[in-house]
């Protein structure tokens, strides 16, 4: 898209449009003598409330110049944008959202998707943290966030029909499977998307994400340098990049330090408590004599320890563990938890304002974010 990049100086504006010569015969019939009128009934003759007319006549700016200072162009002066600020606050205009959307097609609103049920949305921390990213990020805009929860296909039709019919300006979309066919909906439709994680590490639609395989093999590393060596896997989902990324981390550290990858220690979850405390069974019966697990969730890890106290053993004399996320469950433990640490509510943050750049220029390239992880130590391991 080409960009006009001429600044325009206080009350003159290009010549040549229709609108312009028009503003032009308002001026000149405007000139011929008034009764004065005291300066704060200015524009609100009879209790009218201001328009952009009477902010650009109190500013001495044409329309088009408050127009864009209300939508935040950078196509003004400065000296004029601070005149029709000020003009603004005297005159205590509040410009007209509903008909500002019907010229720019805009809905000042934005969908967080989370194609997950209710349970998994209130107990899995990660969840929360990301919509508090989200909603620092657009505190200070007039853009409104409206979550949507797609539980089954009724859900999944309602969230189409509001893509139809553009009653959003784009799409946040977190919890991405593989096989899920919303994000190519989305993508089919042209509406901005934005992921929180991934489906793959050259997916079309713009992602942020923690640096899983990394963060793992510092999981492992930690344990390896800690003397373990019968070290246990309970993995996230495979059909998510998230659950094969943070698996692949583990397996390739373990390769490094010439220990070979074992099936027997590798359980696979679904990032719930239960789904670990089952893992662990499986794990305890293929594997009794294992020291230590990498769980590839705190939410998880917090299972595992329900589930070796209940067998008896101890953590982290017996067995060592290691989550990812450093939730607040991570602190709050018994004994607190060895994890890593994601950034998440940046990743909330981030993927908000990444979606905001991509509404007002679709033709951005996009983005495709990993942000680093870190170990945090506690009792655990």
Same mark, same amino acid.
């Given at each position: 898209m080409s960009r006009e990049t001429t600044q325009e100086a206080p009350g003159r504006e290009r010549s040549g449009s229709r609108d312009q010569r028009k503003g032009s015969r308002e001026a000149q019939s405007d000139s011929r003598p008034q009764t004065p009128r005291p300066e704060h009934e200015e524009g609100r003759a009879?209790?009218?409330?201001?328009?952009?007319?009477?902010?650009?006549?109190?500013?001495g700016v044409g329309r088009t110049t408050v127009s864009r200072v209300v939508n935040g162009s950078e196509l003004v002066s400065e000296k004029a944008r601070e005149a029709v600020l000020s003009a603004i606050a005297e005159l205590g205009y509040v410009p007209n959202s509903v008909a500002r959307g019907l010229v720019t097609r805009r809905t000042n609103a934005v969908a967080l998707?989370?194609?997950?049920?209710?349970?998994?949305?209130?107990?899995?921390? =990660?969840?929360? !943290?990301?919509? #508090? $990213?989200?909603? @620092? %990020?657009?505190?200070?805009?007039?853009?409104?966030?409206?979550?949507?929860?797609?539980?089954?296909?009724?859900?999944?039709?309602?969230?189409?029909?509001?893509?139809?019919?553009?009653?959003?300006d784009g799409v946040l979309l977190v919890s991405v499977h593989e096989h899920d066919a919303l994000p190519g909906l989305l993508e089919s439709a042209g509406l901005p998307t934005v992921l929180a994680g991934r489906r793959r590490e050259?997916?079309?639609?713009? =992602?942020?994400? !923690?640096?899983? #395989? $990394?963060?793992? @093999? %510092?999981?492992?590393?930690?344990?390896?340098d800690r003397g373990r060596r019968r070290i246990a896997t309970v993995?996230?989902?495979?059909?998510?990049?998230?659950?094969?990324?943070?698996?692949?981390?583990?397996?390739?550290a373990l390769s490094r330090a010439g220990i070979p990858a074992r099936d027997h220690l590798v359980a696979v979850g679904d990032?719930?408590?239960?789904?670990?405390?089952?893992?662990?069974?499986?794990?305890?019966?293929?594997?009794?004599?294992l020291d230590a697990v990498f769980a590839a969730s705190d939410l998880m890890a917090a299972g595992i320890?329900?589930?070796?106290?209940?067998?008896?053993?101890?953590?982290?004399?017996?067995?060592?563990?290691?989550?990812?996320e450093d939730s607040y469950l991570a602190r709050h433990t018994n004994p607190p938890l060895t994890t890593i640490r994601q950034p998440t509510q940046e990743i909330g943050a981030t993927i908000a304002r990444t979606l905001?750049?991509?509404?007002?220029?679709?033709?951005?390239?996009?983005?495709?974010?990993?942000?680093?992880?870190?170990?945090?130590?506690?009792?655990?391991?």
């Amino acid at each position: 898209m080409s960009r006009e990049t001429t600044q325009e100086a206080p009350g003159r504006e290009r010549s040549g449009s229709r609108d312009q010569r028009k503003g032009s015969r308002e001026a000149q019939s405007d000139s011929r003598p008034q009764t004065p009128r005291p300066e704060h009934e200015e524009g609100r003759a009879h209790g009218a409330r201001p328009t952009i007319k009477t902010v650009a006549a109190r500013a001495g700016v044409g329309r088009t110049t408050v127009s864009r200072v209300v939508n935040g162009s950078e196509l003004v002066s400065e000296k004029a944008r601070e005149a029709v600020l000020s003009a603004i606050a005297e005159l205590g205009y509040v410009p007209n959202s509903v008909a500002r959307g019907l010229v720019t097609r805009r809905t000042n609103a934005v969908a967080l998707v989370i194609p997950e049920s209710e349970s998994r949305l209130g107990s899995e921390p =990660y969840f929360s !943290a990301v919509i #508090r $990213g989200v909603s @620092a %990020a657009l505190a200070d805009t007039r853009t409104q966030l409206q979550l949507m929860l797609v539980r089954d296909q009724a859900e999944r039709d309602q969230l189409t029909q509001s893509v139809a019919e553009r009653r959003v300006d784009g799409v946040l979309l977190v919890s991405v499977h593989e096989h899920d066919a919303l994000p190519g909906l989305l993508e089919s439709a042209g509406l901005p998307t934005v992921l929180a994680g991934r489906r793959r590490e050259d997916d079309p639609l713009s =992602y942020v994400c !923690a640096d899983n #395989r $990394g963060g793992a @093999a %510092a999981a492992v590393r930690h344990l390896l340098d800690r003397g373990r060596r019968r070290i246990a896997t309970v993995a996230g989902p495979q059909d998510m990049e998230v659950g094969r990324s943070r698996l692949q981390g583990c397996q390739e550290a373990l390769s490094r330090a010439g220990i070979p990858a074992r099936d027997h220690l590798v359980a696979v979850g679904d990032f719930t408590e239960e789904g670990a405390r089952a893992a662990m069974r499986s794990l305890l019966e293929r594997a009794p004599d294992l020291d230590a697990v990498f769980a590839a969730s705190d939410l998880m890890a917090a299972g595992i320890l329900l589930e070796l106290r209940a067998r008896g053993r101890r953590v982290p004399q017996d067995v060592s563990i290691v989550g990812f996320e450093d939730s607040y469950l991570a602190r709050h433990t018994n004994p607190p938890l060895t994890t890593i640490r994601q950034p998440t509510q940046e990743i909330g943050a981030t993927i908000a304002r990444t979606l905001l750049r991509e509404i007002e220029n679709p033709a951005l390239p996009r983005t495709r974010l990993v942000l680093d992880t870190e170990l945090v130590v506690r009792e655990s391991s």
